[in-house]
Nanobody, 121 residues
Framework: HVQLVESGGGSVQAGGSLRLSCAAS?????MAWFRQAPGREREGVAA???????SYADSAKGRFTISRDNAKNSQSLQMNSLKPEDTAMYYC??????????????????WGKGTQVTVSS
């Protein structure tokens, strides 16, 4: 069993920045961030493997940066140039198997409870 705890959400104006963090209860090979806006499906934002390989959704490329600290079993998502359409609940996701970096929900077996990000125009 893995517990994931997110932190760092909040409210910011368009163009601002936020940093999300996720702490895992044990070592994880594959970590990712997903988000879900009201009335929309949960979508992958970024993923990172234990070797540092990353993948990003098109909407996140150039604005978001995912990173991890293997010694602390944690990951972070630095979000810059935020837009109102980034408003959503952001979820930390993890898997201990192969890290395919496909940003698909079925690849991840553990989820955090989420942290809200609200971007105002």
């Amino acid at each position: 069993h893995v517990q994931l705890v997110e932190s760092g959400g909040g409210s910011v104006q368009a163009g601002g920045s936020l940093r999300l963090s996720c702490a895992a209860s044990r070592y994880i090979t594959c970590m990712a961030w997903f988000r879900q806006a009201p009335g929309r499906e949960r979508e992958g934002v970024a993923a990172i493997g234990s070797d540092g390989r990353t993948s990003y959704a098109d909407s996140a490329k150039g604005r978001f940066t995912i990173s991890r600290d293997n010694a602390k079993n944690s990951q972070s998502l630095q979000m810059n140039s935020l837009k109102p359409e980034d408003t959503a609940m952001y979820y930390c996701a993890a898997n201990v198997g192969d890290c395919l970096l496909r940003l698909q929900r079925r690849d991840f077996g553990w989820w955090g409870k989420g942290t809200q990000v609200t971007v105002s125009s």
